[in-house]
């Protein structure tokens, strides 16, 4: 029978979740991996806790009233004359865009406590205690995430807003499936990928300092998180013989397609047009008007586009090959993602969060240069 782990690495090694008995093997005692004791180790340079105002403070106040959070053009809908027209009125035109910047903090919140549970998931399957330790390191950042949008959510709007069904189904997808690969291309690879992005692209343009800082502070986790994943590719990818390849590569498709739909598709934000006197359906046969594949594609060119960055993971990591290479090329130019070479958009934010926290936990010691991108 073929291992349905498609695992090539012992440090990828993986058992059923429920098989307990098998990390109680001597021999796996004394064969742990060091392949990621450095990121391991990294964790003390960027700690932060979200409750201590040391870090950050939830009391610093911001106008949700009358300012916008995000400039006008980072808000799909309002490029179309509909909306635009409709929402004339200052005041409802700010209350609009920061309700839609509320629903992707709801969608970050949702995907940060899937990143956990995934993380504690990945405990209970790997079998190598350097590859456990790490994903322990990373269930305990993702619950501080968790904990920092949940609050940052609840000082600016009060309550967070429901996961719409693509999201939740996909991280249903990956929480339960047993299937190492499934859970780190989907999420190490992908939503986190998708994370970096869509912060690095919020964290240039939020207005609030406050949730500027939480980004940030953020990001300083991720840029590691989406590394581990780099490191399973590297190891992996290489070695997979066509067969495998194939599975890979069809999965890594069907996430990327699920987020793209999920973040493209004005369907699941009916509920919110309707709030603000807006025809849903309408709203919908507008904005495809305006996006044309040309705007689309213009759009992607951006670096900081969130799909631009998730391909060119999959790209860098060699899961992309001619069979699904018309599929991505619909989206981006992939000779020139190519050359782009191996920064992620996010890394330089990153490690200037990583600078600040260093300032506060090592107030008194020299410490070495920091380098979040690829070894
Ligand atoms: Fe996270
Ligand atoms: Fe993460």
């Given at each position: 029978?073929?291992?349905?782990?498609?695992?090539?690495d012992?440090?990828y090694?993986?058992?059923?979740?429920?098989?307990f008995?098998s990390?109680?093997?001597?021999?796996?005692?004394?064969?742990r991996?060091?392949?990621?004791?450095?990121?391991?180790?990294?964790?003390?340079?960027?700690?932060w806790?979200?409750l201590?105002?040391?870090?950050?403070?939830?009391?610093?106040?911001?106008?949700?009233?009358?300012?916008?959070?995000?400039?006008?053009?980072?808000?799909?809908?309002?490029?179309?004359?509909?909306v635009?027209?409709?929402?004339?009125?200052p005041?409802e035109?700010?209350r609009?865009?920061?309700?839609m910047?509320?629903?992707?903090?709801?969608?970050?919140?949702?995907?940060?406590?899937?990143a956990?549970?995934?993380?504690a998931?990945?405990?209970?399957?790997?079998?190598?205690?350097g590859?456990?330790?790490?994903?322990?390191?990373?269930?305990?950042?993702?619950?501080?995430?968790?904990?920092?949008?949940?609050?940052?959510?609840?000082?600016?709007?009060?309550?967070?807003l429901?996961?719409?069904?693509v999201l939740?189904?996909?991280l249903?997808?990956?929480?339960?499936?047993p299937?190492?690969?499934?859970?780190?291309?989907?999420m190490?690879?992908l939503?986190?990928?998708?994370?970096?992005g869509?912060?690095?692209?919020?964290?240039?343009?939020?207005?609030?300092?406050?949730?500027?800082?939480?980004?940030?502070?953020?990001?300083?986790?991720?840029a590691?998180?989406?590394k581990?994943?780099?490191?399973?590719?590297?190891?992996?990818?290489?070695?997979?013989?066509?067969d495998?390849?194939?599975?890979?590569?069809?999965?890594?498709a069907?996430?990327?397609?699920t987020l793209l739909?999920?973040l493209?598709s004005?369907?699941q934000?009916?509920?919110?047009?309707?709030?603000?006197?807006l025809?849903?359906?309408?709203?919908?046969?507008?904005?495809?008007?305006?996006m044309?594949?040309?705007?689309?594609?213009?759009?992607?060119?951006?670096?900081?586009n969130i799909?631009?960055?998730?391909?060119?993971?999959?790209?860098?990591?060699?899961?992309?090959?001619?069979?699904?290479?018309?599929?991505?090329?619909?989206?981006?130019?992939?000779?020139?993602?190519?050359?782009?070479?191996?920064?992620?958009?996010g890394?330089?934010?990153a490690?200037?969060?990583?600078?600040y926290?260093q300032?506060?936990?090592?107030?008194?010691?020299?410490?070495?240069?920091?380098?979040?991108?690829?070894?």
């Amino acid at each position: 029978m073929t291992d349905k782990n498609i695992t090539k690495d012992a440090m990828y090694d993986a058992v059923a979740p429920d098989d307990f008995e098998s990390m109680l093997e001597l021999d796996r005692y004394n064969n742990r991996s060091s392949a990621f004791d450095k990121i391991i180790a990294a964790t003390h340079d960027h700690f932060w806790d979200p409750l201590d105002t040391k870090y950050i403070d939830f009391d610093e106040p911001f106008d949700m009233e009358n300012e916008p959070l995000v400039p006008e053009e980072m808000i799909a809908a309002l490029q179309t004359d509909y909306v635009s027209n409709h929402l004339s009125d200052p005041k409802e035109r700010t209350r609009f865009i920061n309700t839609m910047v509320l629903h992707n903090f709801s969608s970050i919140l949702h995907g940060e406590q899937g990143a956990l549970n995934l993380s504690a998931s990945l405990c209970h399957v790997l079998k190598d205690q350097g590859a456990q330790e790490y994903a322990a390191n990373q269930t305990r950042e993702e619950a501080r995430h968790v904990t920092g949008f949940a609050k940052y959510i609840k000082t600016r709007w009060g309550r967070p807003l429901e996961c719409g069904t693509v999201l939740k189904d996909l991280l249903v997808e990956i929480i339960h499936a047993p299937e190492v690969y499934k859970k780190i291309i989907g999420m190490q690879m992908l939503v986190e990928g998708l994370a970096m992005g869509a912060f690095a692209s919020f964290y240039n343009n939020i207005r609030d300092p406050l949730g500027k800082k939480l980004l940030q502070l953020v990001m300083t986790d991720e840029a590691f998180h989406h590394k581990f994943g780099k490191i399973w590719a590297d190891r992996t990818v290489p070695k997979l013989d066509p067969d495998e390849h194939a599975i890979i590569e069809d999965w890594a498709a069907h996430c990327f397609q699920t987020l793209l739909f999920n973040l493209v598709s004005p369907t699941q934000q009916m509920a919110l047009y309707a709030d603000f006197g807006l025809d849903g359906m309408k709203v919908i046969e507008e904005f495809q008007k305006v996006m044309t594949d040309d705007v689309r594609r213009e759009n992607m060119r951006e670096s900081a586009n969130i799909f631009r960055v998730l391909i060119k993971t999959l790209l860098n990591a060699g899961i992309i090959t001619d069979r699904t290479r018309a599929f991505y090329g619909m989206y981006v130019d992939m000779e020139e993602l190519k050359l782009e070479g191996d920064r992620m958009v996010g890394d330089d934010i990153a490690e200037d969060g990583i600078r600040y926290l260093q300032a506060i936990n090592f107030k008194d010691r020299v410490v070495e240069t920091i380098r979040v991108a690829a070894e």
